[in-house]
């Protein structure tokens, strides 16, 4: 004789399941599940009993011997087992939690303590190696790095360029006659009277290196070079002697240039203008990465630029950031005088795989 069972419906025969205390009409399948249930409900957990040191020592040993890791370390508590992965070769930290919630749901799914785990394992693995780092090849520096969809970066003739290359004597050392020096200049909408000038040279060590320069021409004829090396000092310089013109128009330029030329811990904070920006990895937004254990697209998280409120003194601004290896999402006020104060934050990701290298210095 067969019946079905309660839970999938399946055709059983009743001699398989007579005599039962624990889930007299399940399939074998759905009281298996069943019982590791019960075992749930009945067993008080504890994560610090069931991360034990030879639990502990499983993780150690699975992730150490990634090629990506250098070096996993762990804190346990009675509700959460935390693990934390130091990336190589820019000891990143990425950071998982199992809470006793989260393994009791693990452990309805599997038969045994043994498979729960190895099944927290293999999903950590997988997690870590999305964010190794991927090949980047090795191009060619032609352009300065920084970028706006609007800007455009002009050659500056040989004769201005030899007064430059004397201006700017004490950034080259001995300049050797094969020793190429290039300078482009661009406009900026919100310095009616100055111009933004780079330069690199085959002498930097880094050949990705382009130094920047602001050129204000003052009202009684004179020129001041203000250079912006990462602090903010430069900028708030020019901005006190050189007319700052803040508009609608162009304070979301203005927003991009700040924080570019504004670095902590040798990273710009750098206002992504555009999903399409050229100074992006190309693989950037095609893959998938971690965020607090979860898959992240970036794509879908990325925010446009664009002004959320104007008033006569200031305007409030939401940018995409990258710092370093993070990326935010950001509220920022831009006040007529130029100060840029950063009201509020989220992040996206902050173990992304690759970091944006500028150097300002």
Same mark, same amino acid.
């Given at each position: 004789?067969?019946?079905?069972?309660?839970?999938c419906h399946?055709?059983?025969?009743?001699?398989?399941?007579?005599?039962?205390?624990?889930?007299?009409?399940?399939?074998?399948?759905?009281?298996?599940?069943?019982?590791v249930?019960?075992?749930?409900?009945?067993?008080?957990?504890?994560?610090? !009993?069931?991360?034990?040191?030879?639990?502990?020592?499983?993780?150690?040993?699975?992730?150490e011997q990634?090629?990506s890791?250098a070096?996993?370390?762990? /804190?346990?508590?009675?509700e959460?087992?935390?693990?934390?992965v130091f990336?190589?070769?820019?000891?990143?930290?990425?950071?998982?939690?199992?809470?006793?919630?989260?393994?009791? !749901?693990?452990?309805?799914?599997?038969?045994?303590?043994?498979?729960s =785990?190895d099944?927290f =394992?293999?999903?950590?693995i997988?997690?870590i190696?999305?964010?190794?780092?991927?090949?980047?090849?090795?191009?060619?520096?032609?352009?300065?790095?920084?970028?706006?969809?609007?800007?455009?970066?002009?050659?500056?003739?040989?004769?201005?360029?030899?007064?430059?290359?004397?201006?700017?004597?004490?950034?080259l050392?001995?300049?050797?006659? !094969?020793?190429e020096?290039?300078?482009?200049?661009?406009p900026?909408?919100?310095?009616?009277?100055?111009?933004?000038?780079?330069?690199h040279?085959? #002498?930097?060590?880094?050949?990705?290196?382009?130094?920047?320069? #602001?050129?204000?021409?003052?009202e009684?004829?004179?020129?001041?070079?203000?250079?912006?090396?990462?602090?903010?000092?430069?900028?708030?310089?020019?901005?006190?002697v050189?007319? =700052?013109?803040?508009?609608?128009d162009?304070?979301?330029?203005?927003?991009c240039?700040?924080?570019?030329?504004?670095?902590?811990?040798?990273?710009?904070?750098?206002?992504?203008?555009?999903?399409?920006?050229?100074?992006?990895?190309?693989?950037?937004?095609?893959?998938?990465?971690?965020?607090?254990? /979860?898959?992240?697209?970036?794509?879908?998280?990325? /925010?446009?630029?664009?002004?959320?409120e104007? /008033?006569?003194?200031?305007?409030?601004?939401?940018?995409t950031?990258?710092?370093?290896?993070?990326l935010?999402i950001?509220?920022a006020?831009v006040?007529?005088?130029?100060?840029?104060?950063?009201?509020?934050?989220?992040? =996206?990701?902050e173990?992304?795989?690759?970091?944006?290298e500028i150097?300002?210095?």
């Amino acid at each position: 004789m067969k019946v079905n069972c309660e839970s999938c419906h399946k055709n059983i025969l009743i001699e398989k399941i007579s005599g039962r205390n624990c889930g007299p009409h399940l399939c074998q399948s759905c009281l298996n599940k069943h019982q590791v249930n019960c075992e749930i409900k009945q067993f008080d957990f504890n994560i610090t !009993e069931l991360f034990d040191a030879q639990v502990d020592a499983r993780f150690t040993k699975a992730i150490e011997q990634l090629p990506s890791v250098a070096k996993f370390t762990s /804190k346990i508590s009675a509700e959460v087992y935390k693990g934390f992965v130091f990336l190589q070769p820019d000891w990143r930290v990425y950071e998982f939690h199992i809470s006793l919630a989260h393994f009791k !749901e693990s452990y309805s799914l599997k038969s045994n303590k043994k498979e729960s =785990i190895d099944a927290f =394992i293999n999903f950590e693995i997988a997690n870590i190696n999305m964010l190794s780092p991927p090949f980047v090849s090795d191009l060619k520096c032609t352009r300065p790095f920084f970028s706006l969809p609007g800007l455009s970066w002009q050659p500056i003739t040989n004769i201005e360029s030899t007064k430059l290359i004397n201006t700017f004597r004490h950034f080259l050392g001995e300049k050797k006659s !094969e020793d190429e020096i290039r300078f482009l200049s661009a406009p900026l909408s919100f310095y009616p009277k100055a111009r933004l000038i780079a330069f690199h040279s085959s #002498l930097f060590e880094n050949p990705h290196k382009w130094l920047y320069f #602001l050129e204000a021409n003052l009202e009684n004829g004179n020129t001041y070079y203000y250079t912006l090396n990462g602090l903010s000092a430069p900028i708030h310089d020019c901005n006190g002697v050189h007319s =700052i013109h803040l508009t609608q128009d162009n304070v979301l330029e203005y927003l991009c240039f700040f924080c570019f030329f504004i670095q902590s811990e040798g990273h710009s904070f750098y206002i992504i203008a555009s999903k399409n920006a050229p100074s992006l990895p190309d693989f950037m937004w095609a893959k998938n990465y971690i965020h607090d254990n /979860k898959q992240l697209a970036l794509l879908s998280k990325f /925010k446009p630029l664009k002004i959320i409120e104007s /008033k006569a003194d200031a305007f409030t601004c939401e940018a995409t950031m990258y710092h370093g290896n993070n990326l935010s999402i950001i509220e920022a006020e831009v006040s007529a005088n130029g100060n840029v104060f950063l009201k509020n934050s989220s992040v =996206i990701s902050e173990a992304l795989p690759f970091k944006l290298e500028i150097s300002l210095s």
